[in-house]
Every structure is written in structure tokens, then in C-alpha cells.
């Protein structure tokens, strides 16, 4: 037999994907394990917006839509991004994906030649570092560290400039850190995009899970220079608790946007339907709910931030958005814990998922060597239990 692609056999499995396998597993065999690793709200779709799906089937809309998604999602599309964000599209500059993901791996697509260079600041969300390889180009990764609360700084950013660089993935709040950009921030960082001619894929799927009282800042939404060179990534997916529903969106430069439907139309076609009726629903309907499950999950972040660094050993920062803690672990390697020598973060999540029955995600996969995710998309009492098991597990 022929060999596979070099490109496709390159292509790692997520890691995030693998914790959450063996954690599934350990649960069917009945083992009371608590699990971290979800990148998904453990809260149900909103009833209205389950409706306006079921409804949209019996209606028989059953059928391909255009490529790029039907002109009322786009529209809402629209309409959502100008009340929430602060920037004008027109449903030409919109894409309907299955799933932000795809917006992503299309915004590449669309950007990307092979050889093309890609900044990816670290710590990324898993599947960017893929996305980029699939598509020929090389990731250029730039690591933030905690002491910059894992934000990239125009400095860094300018430094790894090259004339190959095409564009830079920008995700704000960020996956796995929780960390958002503010305005100011973003303007620095824009300054260099604009002077070096580059894209950039701003990932805002986060935006509406911010805390604090926090304002978000759009990347797009800072200047008409910013506005033209962006591919806004957004979706459903998070905010309305819709992930299995799989709709995403990108909005960009009617140019962009017509190359990444051309894309679309020959690979999955149209987004479900049925799906783009309930997202529909999503975007225009009362946002009240969305809101409650914001409250949640901001409560769920202040108590897991206080205990956890209160735990001797370990201690994190405190994310302004997004579902997710970064827990640093840096004190602990070198030292055996049950029978165990942490190595390195790997190593510590292994140990913790066997012998303290609770699943994290280890940061290597994310870029972040010595640091553990914790997604508190659970519930709270799982949260206080999850941290009474890494007391008990650090102390012993
Ligand atoms: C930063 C980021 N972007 C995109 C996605 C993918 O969203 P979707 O489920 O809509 O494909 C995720 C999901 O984990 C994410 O964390």
C-alpha cells in the first residue's frame, strides 16, 4: 500500500479529547472519578431554543441551505455582532460553519499558502496548532507567560515577524487560560498587525462568558484597519450551551468570506438545517438565560480560585473569562506524591486522574508545560469535591 499523507499523519489526537476518553472510561467501568477536562457548559440548551429545533423539523426544514448558512441566521448573525460587539456585518460577510472549529480550519484555508507562517501566542486552545499544520502552514508559537497573565505583548509579537508571516490567531478569552485582552491591550497588539500586514483570526467564541463586570472588546470593533484585516470566529456553541448543535460562524471581508463559502460548499456543504432554526432562536431571542448561566459560572471561578490557592503546592491566576483555570504546578515537580515522581505535568494529571480519581487536562497540550486546566463547566458541588480530592491527594 501507498503511504497516507505526510500532512494527515501528522495530525495529533487532542489531548484534551484523550483525558476526557479515559475519564468516560473510568466512569463506565464505575469508578467515582470527577472530570475537569469538558471544554463544554454541563448546562442543558435552553428549552425555547430546543423548541425552534424540533419545530424547525416538523416544519420540514430538512433540506441543504445555501453553503454559507441561510440568509436569516446570517442576518441574526448580524444583528448580534452589532448589539453585542460593536462591529457591522452584512450577511455576505458571513459564514454558517458547522461548528467554530471549521470557521477556524476555514479562516486558515482561506489565508493560508503552504510554507505561510502563523502566530499562535501560548498557551493555545489544541486544535489551532493542528489547524495550522493541516493547512501547509508553520506555527510560529509565542508563549505568554503567567507572570504576563499569558497575554501576548506587542513586543514578543513583533519579534517573531518574519516576511513569511501571514496572520496571527488571537483568542479572546482565551481557551485554556481564561485571560482577556482589554481594549488597550488589543490596540497595541493591533498597531503591530497593522504596520506588518498581517491577518488575524480573533477567536471570540468565549465573548460572552466574561466576569467581573468586564468589558469585552471585539477585535474588529477597535479601527477600520483592524475591521478589514479581521475574520471574526464566533458561534453558539458555549454561550447558548448549544455544542452538539454544531454552529459556528466567521465574520470577515466580503472577499474572504466568498472564498471561505466557495470552501464550505465542496466540503461539509450546508450547516444541519435544523440547527441554524434553533441558532436563529439563540441569537434574537431573550438573552436572559444566557445571563443566568454567565452568573454560575462566575461563582463557580471565584470559588475555585480561592481554594485552590489556598492548597499548598499548587496556585493559579485568576481568568476574567471563558470556563477554564490554568493551576500552576510548578512546586511540585521533583517531589513523589503517592508513590509517584512529577516529572512534569503529565505525569502529575496521570497520577491525579489513577490515584486521586479526578481528570485535568496537562498543559503541555495547550503550550503550557507545568500547569494543569481545570474546566469548572461542572457543577459545584463536583468542584468542591474535585478540590477536597487534590488536598487529599497533595497531602498524603
Ligand atoms: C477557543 C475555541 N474556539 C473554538 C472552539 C470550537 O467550538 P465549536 O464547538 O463551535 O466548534 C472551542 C471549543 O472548545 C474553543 O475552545
Redesign the pocket.
Known amino acids: 500500500m501507498k503511504e497516507l499523507s505526510h500532512i494527515a499523519q501528522a495530525v495529533q489526537a487532542s489531548t ?1 479529547m484523550a483525558i476526557d476518553s479515559m475519564f468516560k472510561q473510568m466512569k463506565a467501568d464505575g469508578i467515582d472519578v470527577i472530570g475537569f477536562g469538558a ?2 457548559p454541563d448546562f442543558n440548551t435552553p428549552d425555547e431554543i430546543k423548541e425552534a429545533g424540533i419545530q424547525a423539523i416538523q416544519n420540514n426544514i430538512t433540506r441543504y441551505t445555501p453553503a454559507a448558512g441561510t440568509v436569516e441566521l446570517r442576518q441574526a448573525v448580524c444583528d448580534r455582532m452589532k448589539a453585542d460587539c460593536n462591529v457591522e456585518y452584512k450577511p455576505n460577510q458571513v459564514v454558517v ?8 480550519y476555514l479562516a486558515l484555508r482561506a489565508l493560508v499558502d503552504p510554507g505561510d507562517e502563523v502566530i499562535l501566542p501560548a498557551p493555545y ?1 489544541v ?2 496548532i493542528e489547524l495550522i499544520r493541516m493547512v501547509g502552514g508553520v506555527p510560529v508559537v509565542v508563549t505568554a507567560t503567567e507572570k504576563e497573565n499569558f497575554k501576548l505583548t506587542p513586543e514578543k509579537l513583533a519579534a517573531a515577524i518574519t516576511p513569511k508571516t501571514k496572520a496571527l490567531i488571537l ?1 479572546n478569552p ?2 485554556p487560560t481564561g485571560m482577556m485582552y482589554g481594549a488597550e491591550e488589543l490596540k497595541g497588539i493591533a498597531k503591530v498587525c497593522i504596520e506588518n500586514d498581517l491577518y488575524v483570526i480573533s ?1 471570540e ?2 465573548y460572552g462568558l466574561v466576569y467581573d463586570g468586564a468589558k469585552f472588546t471585539s477585535f474588529a470593533s477597535i479601527s477600520p484597519e483592524t475591521y478589514e484585516r479581521t475574520i471574526l ?1 464566533n ?4 454561550s447558548y450551551a448549544m ?1 452538539g448543535w ?3 460562524y466567521a465574520c470577515a471581508d466580503s472577499a474572504v468570506a466568498k472564498v471561505m463559502a466557495n470552501y464550505v460548499s465542496h466540503s461539509t456543504g450546508s450547516p444541519v438545517a435544523s440547527s441554524q432554526k434553533a441558532s436563529v432562536t439563540a441569537l434574537t431571542g431573550s438573552q436572559a438565560k444566557i445571563e443566568l448561566m454567565r452568573q454560575a459560572f462566575e461563582e463557580r471561578r471565584n470559588y475555585l480560585v480561592d481554594r485552590m490557592n489556598k492548597i499548598p503546592g499548587v496556585s493559579c491566576i485568576k481568568p476574567e473569562g ?1 470556563f477554564y483555570v490554568m493551576m500552576n504546578l510548578e512546586q511540585l515537580i521533583g517531589k513523589t506524591i503517592q508513590g509517584v515522581t512529577i516529572t512534569d505535568d503529565n505525569v502529575f494529571a496521570d497520577a491525579f486522574l489513577k490515584k486521586g480519581l479526578v481528570a485535568v487536562v496537562p498543559g503541555s497540550g495547550f503550550g503550557a508545560p507545568n500547569f494543569t486546566r481545570w474546566s469548572y463547566a461542572t457543577s459545584m458541588e463536583n468542584i468542591k469535591e474535585g478540590l477536597d480530592r487534590l488536598e487529599k491527594f497533595l497531602a498524603e
Do not use: F, L, P, Q
Not at 458561534?235 to 458555549?238: E, L, M, P
Open positions: 484534551t471544554g463544554e460553519t458547522s461548528g467554530a472549529k471549521h470557521a477556524v486552545w486544535s489551532y483568542n482565551s481557551n477567536d467564541i468565549y470566529i458561534g453558539v456553541s458555549k455544542t454544531r454552529i459556528g471563558a
